[in-house]
Each structure stands twice: as structure tokens, then as C-alpha cells.
């Protein structure tokens, strides 16, 4: 009762929508099953709760599929998480040396000092404020890069993901 867009939707895809909700099928979405019925080309496109979205996409990412399969959106903005300390963030092209605190992402901290970088969702899920790290290690808490790309701690996501240390220096 409460999916938008669910009649144009039925009506757009007919006998190709399949639709789960958790209270009507008695139990929670089977991702497994649904993965093994999606043929090589077959596309997702995924709307419901974070953890669902989660499940989805560490999932199909353990299968290797791109990221261009699996199309989706949150609906909710970053959140700090318990334990998330202040850090520093270096600009190396400007030289600009600013405190990110706890409660803050480096993406609204550098708007509220004047810069002007990239970016839209907000979410970690777009790419559009892709970064490049040049120094420090990063939490990544984004949708958007791959887990090799997470793990070369070349880029990240300044809308959502924060420094795992005291300090980060960004080619910014």
C-alpha cells in the first residue's frame, strides 16, 4: 500500500515487475533465489530498505557483477555513526587545512569554508564527488566504488565517507 509509483509500474512493466513485500510474503526477501533466476544481462532495480539494498549489493558484488546491473536509490542522507571522531583535512592544492568534527561530513565541512566541489546525491551512491586520496587512510561508507577500488585507498566519496585517522590529504 505504501510503493510509489506501484500502478504505473505494473502498468510500464506488466508480467516482468516482481514485487516482494516483507508482510505480505511472510518473510524477508530471498536474494539468493533471486539473483540465481536473473539471466547474464538481466538488470536489477532495487527500492527498499537499507539493509535490503545492503544484502543486494554486497551479493551481487560477490558475483562480480558491474555496477551498472544493479540500479537503486537510498533515501536517506549520511548519518554519523557511534565512534566517528574529529579529523583533519588537508587541500593539497590550495593548501587549506580544515577540522572535520564528528557529527559533520567533509563534504558540508569544505561547503561551510567556501569551497565549491563536485557532487549531488549525498549519499555515496552517484560518484560524483569522487576524490583523489593522496595521504590517509579512508572509511569508506559509500555504495559507489567497488570493494579493489575501496581497498587501493586511491578515492573516495567526500559526501559520506570520513578518515579512519587523524588526518587526510585530499588532490583537492
Same mark, same amino acid.
Given at each position: 500500500? *505504501?510503493?510509489?509509483? +506501484?500502478?504505473?509500474? =505494473? @502498468?510500464?512493466?506488466?508480467?516482468?515487475? /516482481? $514485487? #516482494?513485500?516483507?508482510?505480505?510474503?511472510?518473510?524477508?526477501?530471498?536474494?539468493?533465489?533471486?539473483?540465481?533466476?536473473?539471466?547474464?544481462?538481466?538488470?536489477?532495480?532495487?527500492?527498499?530498505?537499507?539493509?535490503? *539494498?545492503?544484502?543486494? +549489493?554486497?551479493?551481487? =558484488? @560477490?558475483?562480480?557483477?558491474?555496477?551498472? /546491473? $544493479? #540500479?537503486?536509490?537510498?533515501?536517506?542522507?549520511?548519518?554519523?555513526?557511534?565512534?566517528?571522531?574529529?579529523?583533519?583535512?588537508?587541500?593539497?592544492?590550495?593548501?587549506?587545512?580544515?577540522?572535520?568534527?564528528?557529527?559533520?561530513?567533509?563534504?558540508?565541512?569544505?561547503?561551510?569554508?567556501?569551497?565549491?566541489?563536485?557532487?549531488?546525491?549525498?549519499?555515496?551512491?552517484?560518484?560524483?564527488?569522487?576524490?583523489?586520496?593522496?595521504?590517509?587512510?579512508?572509511?569508506?561508507?559509500?555504495?559507489?566504488?567497488?570493494?579493489?577500488?575501496?581497498?587501493?585507498?586511491?578515492?573516495?566519496?567526500?559526501?559520506?565517507?570520513?578518515?579512519?585517522?587523524?588526518?587526510?590529504?585530499?588532490?583537492?
Amino acid at each position: 500500500a *505504501l510503493m510509489a509509483w +506501484l500502478p504505473e509500474l =505494473q @502498468a510500464l512493466l506488466g508480467d516482468e515487475l /516482481r $514485487v #516482494h513485500a516483507d508482510d505480505e510474503a511472510g518473510a524477508p526477501l530471498d536474494v539468493e533465489a533471486l539473483l540465481e533466476a536473473c539471466g547474464p544481462q538481466d538488470t536489477l532495480h532495487v527500492c527498499g530498505p537499507k539493509v535490503m *539494498l545492503d544484502q543486494v +549489493l554486497a551479493k551481487t =558484488q @560477490a558475483r562480480g557483477w558491474p555496477h551498472g /546491473r $544493479v #540500479h537503486f536509490e537510498l533515501f536517506t542522507e549520511a548519518a554519523a555513526a557511534t565512534g566517528d571522531q574529529p579529523f583533519e583535512v588537508v587541500l593539497a592544492q590550495s593548501g587549506k587545512t580544515f577540522t572535520v568534527p564528528a557529527g559533520q561530513t567533509l563534504l558540508d565541512c569544505l561547503v561551510e569554508h567556501g569551497c565549491d566541489p563536485l557532487f549531488d546525491c549525498k549519499r555515496g551512491e552517484c560518484g560524483v564527488c569522487s576524490t583523489p586520496v593522496i595521504e590517509g587512510e579512508v572509511d569508506h561508507r559509500d555504495y559507489f566504488l567497488s570493494d579493489s577500488e575501496k581497498k587501493s585507498n586511491k578515492l573516495m566519496q567526500i559526501c559520506i565517507s570520513r578518515a579512519k585517522g587523524a588526518r587526510i590529504v585530499l588532490d583537492l
